[in-house]
């Protein structure tokens, strides 16, 4: 059995127990999202037992995959010549990967895998989706953090893919007359509403994906270039109970919540 099961027959009940229910402070699904990520597999890895629960629950899902992934292989039997046929192959796993977790549609921007930077071009061509898609939500990594204690360090890519993701959600996709030739282009300013930053080290919105799990986990095991023979699942059960645990949910990913227009969703 778990380690951290609780003895309540000795134990006191600690403070943090005593809360409200959770469904109270779940927020409502949203109507629209774009997911924003570096590379094929990190939205699995980290937000995808959310977006599966949101696309069940009726939301329109579009996922943007800045590169192709294709630095993704250490084989020594590699070389350069091999990225090319690695972008295709984490593309095809990408397609799959959403298409279990019920995303209708994933753009790839091609960028560069292992270079990325936040540029403004970057920034623009986010900013250029946000725009034309006009979503309620983003969802992207939180670029402020480098460190994950003392065993990861953010990949340079995460980083810079989450700050061209939050710049592009404010203020440039709701400033009418930033990078104006989107404009030119018929796309009219757009705020979205809330931006959902996973990875954070100050949470304070989770979501109970404990419906959705084995999704996510699924999900992720289309990324076959990645994971190889890994029992994924044990990995991904883990880090959803760390999430969960403190909020009295089984399962749970962790996000912190900008909010950016302060009104309810809207539904028209
Ligand atoms: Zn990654």
Known sequence: ???YEPNLTDAPIPEMRIRKPQAAQEPATPKRVISIHAHPDDQEFTVAGSLAKWARAGSEILS???TDGEAGSNDPSKDGSFRTELAGIRREEQ???AHVLGIQET????Y???ELEASLRLRKDLTRLIRKFRPEVVVCGDPTVRFYGNSYMNHPDHRAAADAACDAAFPSAGSRLSFPDLLEEGLQPHNPHRVFLHGSDRPDVWIDITE????????LRQHRSQIGNEDVGKRIRGWAAEDGKKQGLAYAEAFRV???VDEPPDRD
């Open 212 to 219: 959705t799990l084995p999704v996510k986990i699924e999900a």
């Open 1 to 3: 059995m778990p380690e």
């Open 107 to 110: 753009v790839f921007l091609h």
């Open 258 to 260: 900008m909010i950016i």
């Open 64 to 66: 943007v995959i800045v």
């Open 112 to 114: 560069p895998d292992g």
């Open 95 to 97: 397609l799959r990967a």
